[in-house]
């Protein structure tokens, strides 16, 4: 799977947009961006993925530049339950051993009152 | 979306002794299932890739005779960590994919075991 860069933390007020980039200039041309979050001391969670194209579902966003080097997943009203670390995964869908995820040191929000 | 359930959630046992995890899909089959181990302060490391019927798959260091893995129905796999010693004490995660449309892309996760062994 494609290696990929976050920033280790990052801040947000409570009700504003929180917006988290990932570098995956290495990835491929059949892998997926995945996005999950790990709420302390719980399970990860999924939130997002998308190959190319602008996805959105009730909980983010999830914007693909074209070149598909980076994304950026954004929550569009940040709550204090949104504090959780983000991990960005690239990888294929397909099945079997392929849907092993390798999880990186993800970005640590924080959203603040 | 599919539930993945994890137990225990906290356990805690005497040094040498064997503590049994599991994990279950409650309303998709799973396929394949991962654990994941996870360290105060650091990301998920996958430990072992179990496929229903077959023998699970050990990524490079994890033992396999300590941390036994079992996935002999669609809806349940089990970690066994065997004499277990105080280094072992992390916190566990297991994820279930299946043949479904969303278990098939996405990654359900069980909301993890911690394990304390003192």
């Known amino acids: 799977d494609a290696k990929t860069t976050q920033p280790p933390s990052m801040d947000c007020a409570e009700g504003r947009a929180a917006n988290l980039p990932c570098n995956h200039s290495?990835?491929?041309?059949?892998?997926?961006v995945y996005w999950y979050r790990q709420i302390h001391s719980q399970g990860p969670q999924y939130i997002i993925h998308?190959?190319?194209n602008n996805e959105t579902n009730e909980m983010a966003s999830l914007i693909i530049t074209e070149d598909r080097k980076s994304s950026t997943l954004i929550l569009p009203h940040a709550t204090l339950r949104d504090t959780a670390v983000y991990y960005c995964?690239?990888?294929?869908?397909?099945?079997?051993?392929?849907?092993?995820?390798?999880f990186g040191k993800g970005t640590l929000l924080t959203v603040n009152p | 979306g599919a539930v993945v359930s994890q137990h225990p959630s906290r356990v805690i046992c005497k040094s040498g002794t064997s503590v049994k995890i599991e994990c279950r899909s409650l309303?998709?089959?799973?396929?394949?299932m991962f654990w994941y181990r996870q360290f105060p302060k650091q990301s998920l490391m996958l430990m072992a890739t179990?496929?229903?019927?077959?023998?699970?798959?050990?990524e490079q260091g994890v033992e396999k005779d300590k941390f036994l893995i079992n996935h002999a129905s669609l809806t349940l796999s089990t970690l066994t960590v065997t004499s277990a010693h105080p280094e072992d004490s992390s916190f566990y995660i297991c994820?279930?994919?299946?043949?479904?449309?969303?278990?098939?892309?996405?990654?359900?996760f069980g909301q993890g075991t911690r394990l304390t062994v003192v």
């Open positions: 179990s496929n229903e019927g077959s023998k699970a798959t050990y």
């Open positions: 309303d998709f089959q799973a396929t394949t």
């Open positions: 290495t990835i491929s041309g059949n892998e997926y």
């Open positions: 995964i690239v990888r294929v869908t397909s099945g079997g051993s392929n849907y092993k995820l390798t």
């Open positions: 994820s279930a994919h299946g043949p479904g449309h969303r278990a098939r892309t996405e990654a359900f």
């Open positions: 998308g190959l190319k």
